[in-house]
């Protein structure tokens, strides 16, 4: 048994064959009729947010993305043409024709970007104040003594 020599069996190489390509499958279109906007109006910009009524996003834009720079962020024309762009592509990709609105912040844009909604035929359902109103406040200086 020692004597015997091992026995060695040849292995023919096998063909490899090409990796196959993945095939990415087309996403459903998601179709959302009806949605909420909310528009934050600050002073030096204005940003605008389209949901669906649980809140997930579908198209948001800013002043600034719109390529406004600097003061002109501020502006009402700015907001006007924010919330446009983002109108455009809410009503393109998801269909959306009725929001209701959601407006905070005490800027220029408040009023212009609810108008620029009406210039993609999307139906205003109601608008809500959000903006954060202080109570209570911060604990005063002291008094100045004299």
Do not use: W
């Not at 204005?46 to 962020?73: E, Q, Y």
């Amino acid at each position: 048994m020692a004597d015997e020599e091992p026995q060695v069996t040849k292995v023919e190489p096998v063909a490899e064959e090409a990796p196959k390509p993945v095939v990415k499958k087309k996403k459903a279109k998601r179709i959302v009729s009806a949605g909420q906007v909310h528009i934050l109006a600050t002073f030096n910009n204005t940003l605008v947010a389209f949901t669906d009524p649980k809140g997930n996003l579908l198209a948001s834009s800013s002043a600034g993305a719109c390529g406004f720079r600097g003061s002109k962020k501020g502006t009402a024309y700015a907001a006007q043409v924010a919330s446009e762009k983002a109108a455009q592509i809410a009503k393109a990709d998801y269909n959306l024709s009725k929001v209701d609105v959601f407006v905070k912040g005490i800027g220029l844009g408040r009023d212009s970007a609810i108008r620029g909604l009406q210039n993609y035929n999307i139906q205003v359902e109601s608008i809500h104040e959000v903006t954060g109103i202080p109570h209570g406040g911060v604990r005063p200086p002291k008094a100045r003594r004299v």
